[in-house]
């Protein structure tokens, strides 16, 4: 056994000592690696967007069942749920009066139990809601997204207001764990549901950005002018991009805790 995790071991040590920019030249590297790889596994790069969904199904239920077996959310971010809540709600707005499909009803899904999780929160387990470490101003993220939809927003032929209010769901859902990463960040150790729950989002989110990166290679840009003209096309690809890589740092501690034998992950100062 410690055969096996000695190169593991070696790796993450020599990565640790690397000062920042070959850290991030190497987080970069690793990706384009990862899209290519999916990009010949993956025939059908729409089954990405569907496994973005799935993973992110998972990371629900192991949610709930933290706040239902274990009877205590210690260490989740009310406020990281409320922004969850607030772009689903105004996604599936849009997606009602815009563009009507079967993500709508998983949208629908996904904000029921986001609802479930901040009633939970917020009444039947609110002693053990560790509320001053859950000390991110919301209206940090929710201004700025605001103002930037009013500024960036799709030039389509529908409503202009629902335009706006697509942009800004967009914008909100990429920066909306924020604050589930400060409270990781106050508490410095993360239990294992919690834990499983973030990383689970960040696999969800890398699969949605894989799936929208290699969508503009295949149509070798075309999907991009699809969106429409201006800078829209590019802020929701810049979008996807930045949601993956808030949270890429946490999944490489998640990823050397797991190989590490470590049911409790500790975070350095930091990260996150």
């Known amino acids: 056994m410690r055969a096996q995790k000695r190169p593991i071991h070696a790796v993450t040590m ?24 999916l990009r010949f596994i993956v025939h059908d790069h729409d089954n990405l967007f569907v ?12 949610l709930i069942y933290k706040l239902t077996k274990e009877k205590t959310c210690a260490g989740l971010s009310l406020k990281s749920q409320e922004l969850t ?32 999780v901040i009633y939970m929160i917020r009444f039947k387990l609110k002693s053990s809601y560790m509320e001053d470490k859950d000390n991110f101003a919301i209206y940090y993220v929710v ?14 032929s529908h409503n202009l207001l629902n335009r706006i209010f ?3 769901c967009v914008y909100l859902e990429a920066v909306s764990v924020l ?5 990781m960040q106050n508490t410095k150790i993360v239990e294992p549901f919690t834990a499983h729950y973030v990383f689970a989002l960040g696999v969800a989110r890398f699969l949605s950005c894989a799936h929208w990166v290699l969508q503009v290679l295949d149509s070798r840009g075309h999907l991009l002018v699809a969106l429409g003209y201006g800078l829209w096309p590019s802020m929701v690809l810049i979008s996807e ?15 050397k805790s797991v190989f590490g034998g470590q049911l409790v992950l500790r975070l350095p100062s930091g990260v996150v």
Do not use: N
């Open 143 to 156: 201004v700025p997204c605001a103002i930037l939809a009013l500024c960036i927003h799709p030039s389509t």
């Open 85 to 116: 809540a607030m772009f689903l709600a105004v996604r599936l707005y849009c997606s009602f009066v815009m563009e009507y499909d079967i993500h709508t009803l998983l949208d629908l899904a996904t904000l029921a139990t986001t609802l479930w």
């Open 51 to 62: 496994a973005a969904e799935a993973v992110h199904s998972i990371g629900i239920s192991v």
């Open 241 to 255: 991009i930045v949601q993956t890589f808030i949270l890429a740092d946490f999944c490489y501690y998640y990823i």
């Open 14 to 37: 020599w990565v640790r000592r690397q000062p920042p920019k070959v850290k991030a030249f190497l987080a970069v590297v690793s990706g384009m690696a990862a899209l290519v790889l």
């Open 179 to 183: 604050p589930q990463l400060r409270v």
């Open 166 to 168: 697509w942009a800004f």
